[in-house]
T-cell receptor
Framework: SQQGEEDPQALSIQEGENATMNCSYKTSINNLQWYRQNSGRGLVHLILIRSNEREKHSGRLRVTLDTSKKSSSLLITASRAADTASYFCALNQAGTALIFGKGTTLSVSS | NAGVMQNPRHLVRRRGQEARLRCSPMKGHSHVYWYRQLPEEGLKFMVYLQKENIIDESGMPKERFSAEFPKEGPSILRIQQVVRGDSAAYFC??????????????FGDGTRLSIL
């Protein structure tokens, strides 16, 4: 399959804990993007990491990319109840269409 | 609101009817993408358009589905003779022209299509 595969499929944590989600893929990529989707809403872009980058930060988010292992991880530090959502990795290959995985459902309880 | 606007938010059609979904991209964006999301699934790419041109329709079913992005007005995703399997959430995204492959896509809140 060309799509990214997120792991785990579901994650439940307490507020204040860190959440780590992983994405593995099989093809070469131009960049990899992470999106968040709240229930009933559209996707919100979180971070874009290019194939020649290894790590990017944005606020409480940290994304790593290992092209040799064809994997990426999204770390959310000090999670909040408002972080409850589905998180998707999306692959961008030679073109511009994104290839999405099935997502990780994160539940953060207070 | 300068975001991607989709309408309607919810659309109910009977089998055999036509469904028209509209998408107005963010201001200044000339690239539009349509995706379909089934329950508990990720988004599946359907079609990529620029003004008056279809650039990539590799994800679009060959029959009953069509898309356009005219010079003036919103992009339209049209589904003719709908069937129950067309029930899904349809999302539109837009991006600016410059280095579009390395730009994030900005998504609307989707149209949830239900077929009776």
């Amino acid at each position: 399959s060309q799509q990214g595969e997120e792991d785990p499929q579901a994650l439940s944590i307490q507020e204040g804990e860190n959440a780590t989600m992983n994405c593995s893929y099989k093809t070469s990529i131009n960049n990899l993007q992470w999106y968040r989707q709240n229930s009933g809403r559209g996707l919100v872009h979180l971070i874009l990491i290019r194939s020649n980058e290894r790590e990017k930060h944005s606020g409480r988010l940290r994304v790593t990319l290992d092209t040799s292992k064809k994997s990426s991880s999204l770390l959310i530090t000090a999670s909040r109840a408002a972080d409850t959502a589905s998180y998707f990795c999306a692959l961008n290959q030679a073109g511009t269409a994104l290839i999405f995985g099935k997502g990780t459902t994160l539940s953060v309880s207070s | 609101n300068a975001g991607v606007m989709q309408n309607p938010r919810h659309l109910v059609r009977r089998r055999g009817q036509e469904a028209r979904l509209r998408c107005s991209p963010m201001k200044g964006h000339s690239h539009v993408y349509w995706y379909r999301q089934l329950p508990e699934e990720g988004l599946k790419f359907m079609v990529y358009l620029q003004k008056e041109n279809i650039i990539d329709e590799s994800g679009m079913p060959k029959e009953r589905f069509s898309a356009e992005f005219p010079k003036e007005g919103p992009s339209i995703l049209r589904i003719q003779q709908v069937v129950r399997g067309d029930s899904a959430a349809y999302f539109c995204a837009s991006s600016p022209e410059w280095r579009s492959g390395n730009q994030p896509q900005h998504f609307g809140d989707g149209t949830r299509l239900s077929i009776l």
